[in-house]
């Protein structure tokens, strides 16, 4: 039985090709680079609309309409509508009452000049002709009194249809068509997806190592798989837009809001974490994330050598910025290291370079 397994294991070994009998492996190369790199830390945050709003009713009324949770309505389209008949019939009143007015002022008018004539020939007393002016004058007050309510009752019909503010995405509704609702009270919520950022407490280390407009690194997920590595998520460039220096009283941290980049497909609640400074920007050698391949809570960096051969180096990550990640252990600026087809690469197997990533020219690279 043991020769049976011995020359089942010596029969395996002698289908096995060695390394130099394998094909050179298919890989990309990039090269590791001397960067300016702040050493951070990752803050909690989630990802909000700089216009989030409740949309409530101005008026009391039966409703007629409410957008669906989910629809997306243009600037100055219909959100809501209320019944407006009541306020239709309110204008309809306005305007009658301002035609009898304008009708008894053209009256009054005429009796005035008549007396105004009569009192040129002493026809009449001086006191009826001023009981006519003033008659007349007080029902010219009430026609500008009543077009004020006319126009008061024009606006508040304005008001049964509740129009978009902005491009709106309607997240959620609290009354349906048909139930009455008072002033004030919420109809829907109304976001505005143009405007995207990303709203983290930090802490208060950071704040003198911040400047709106510098770039920040974001991640989409609540925690890395392994914290060293900085891996786990998508990654992307924000943009530092403002903070709040007003610290808590309890945890001594700040808000911060940095602009998504318009391509962004995140949305909003979604839990992101930002990689905040806590020191001044240091001088070090960083490669791209792709380089990375973690195994079993390492991280390795394959380096080719210069006989087109892989090199597996332990490494230990530092700080990110953005697609890069400092990294110590023994890579020097200028080293190629693979970024495509490392995942089943052995130390020592020959390799194919297909192509290197363009030589960049990123703030902070060496020159």
Do not use: C
Not at 47 to 53: A, M
Not at 197 to 221: K, Q, T
């Amino acid at each position: 039985m043991k020769n049976m397994i011995g020359a089942g294991l010596l029969a395996l070994l002698a289908a096995s090709p060695s390394l130099a009998q394998q094909p050179p492996a298919a890989v990309t190369v990039d090269r590791a680079q001397l960067r300016e790199i702040a050493p951070s830390q990752w803050s909690a945050g989630k990802v909000v609309s700089r216009r989030d709003i409740r949309i409530s009713a101005e008026l009391d009324g039966a409703l007629e309409f409410v957008a669906e949770p989910g629809s997306l309505v243009k600037k100055g389209e219909r959100l809501a509508q209320l019944d407006a008949t009541h306020w239709r019939l309110q204008l309809r009143n306005s305007d009658s009452r301002i035609t009898q007015l304008r009708a008894r002022l053209t009256y009054l008018d005429a009796q005035l000049e008549r007396l105004s004539k009569l009192a040129e020939t002493n026809s009449t007393s001086r006191a009826a002709l001023e009981e006519q002016q003033a008659e007349r004058e007080a029902m010219a007050q009430d026609l500008v009194a009543a077009r004020i309510e006319r126009d008061r009752r024009a606006y508040e019909l304005s008001k049964t249809k509740i129009n978009a503010p902005f491009d709106t995405l309607v997240v959620s509704r609290e009354h349906q068509a048909g139930e009455y609702v008072r002033t004030g009270i919420e109809l829907l919520r109304a976001l505005d997806m143009s405007q995207l950022e990303v709203e983290a407490d930090i802490p208060l280390v950071a704040l003198p190592l911040l400047r709106a407009g510098e770039p920040i690194a974001l991640r989409s997920d609540a925690v890395s798989i392994t914290e060293d590595a900085r891996a786990g998520g998508e990654l992307l460039e924000g943009r530092v837009r403002q903070f709040v220096p007003v610290a808590s009283d309890n945890s001594r941290r700040v808000k911060l809001m940095v602009d998504l980049p318009a391509q962004s497909s995140w949305i909003v609640g979604m839990p992101v974490q930002v990689a905040v400074p806590v020191a001044a920007a240091q001088r070090m050698v960083a490669v791209p994330r792709d380089a990375l391949v973690l195994r079993n809570g390492d991280a390795f960096v394959f380096r080719v050598d210069g006989d087109n051969k892989a090199e597996r180096l332990l490494v230990t990550t530092g700080s990110g910025d953005g697609e890069w990640i400092a990294v110590h252990g023994g890579l020097s600026d200028g080293d190629r290291v693979i970024v495509r087809g490392a995942e089943r690469l052995q130390p020592g197997q020959a390799v194919k370079v297909l192509s290197e990533v363009a030589a960049r020219t990123d703030e902070g690279a060496s020159i």
